[in-house]
């Protein structure tokens, strides 16, 4: 498994941005598909974005046109831009990485991934 630590989360107004990252260690990074879910209070984690390997990305609708997953390898290293952020995004996020490698599609299910953050808190005002 892999070790994920994120940060970037905080307090912003609606309308403005964030930008998220993840470093990952203990395992290849490279071969392996990554996401970024999400908890809000009371509510199950969600999934939110996730990359490929070979970048391929895929978002939950709530976020498409506003978030963007990306990917350094060199860096081992995961990023969520977050613009024109809402007060439903309000959650705390948590970077995750898929438990098998070289996968042609990316997955969205909480099951498929095997590392997980801490999770960084992300507060939308209005």
């Known amino acids: 498994q892999a070790q994920l630590v994120e940060s970037g989360g905080g307090l912003v107004q609606a309308g403005g941005s964030l930008r998220l990252s993840c470093a990952a260690s203990?395992?290849?990074?490279?071969?392996?598909?990554m996401g970024w879910f999400r908890q809000a209070p009371g509510k199950e984690r969600e999934f939110v974005a996730g990359?490929?390997?070979?970048?391929?990305?895929y978002y939950a609708e709530s976020v498409k046109g506003r978030f963007t997953i990306s990917r350094d390898n060199v860096k081992s290293t995961v990023y969520l831009q977050m613009n024109n952020l809402k007060t439903e995004d309000t959650a705390i996020y948590y970077c995750?990485?898929?438990?098998?490698?070289?996968?042609?599609?990316?997955?969205?299910?909480?099951?498929?991934?095997?590392?997980w953050g801490q999770g960084t808190q992300v507060t939308v005002s209005s």
């Open positions: 203990g395992r290849s990074f490279s071969n392996y598909a």
């Open positions: 995750a990485a898929d438990g098998r490698a070289w996968r042609t599609v990316v997955v969205s299910t909480l099951g498929d991934y095997n590392s």
């Open positions: 990359i490929n390997w070979n970048t391929r990305t």
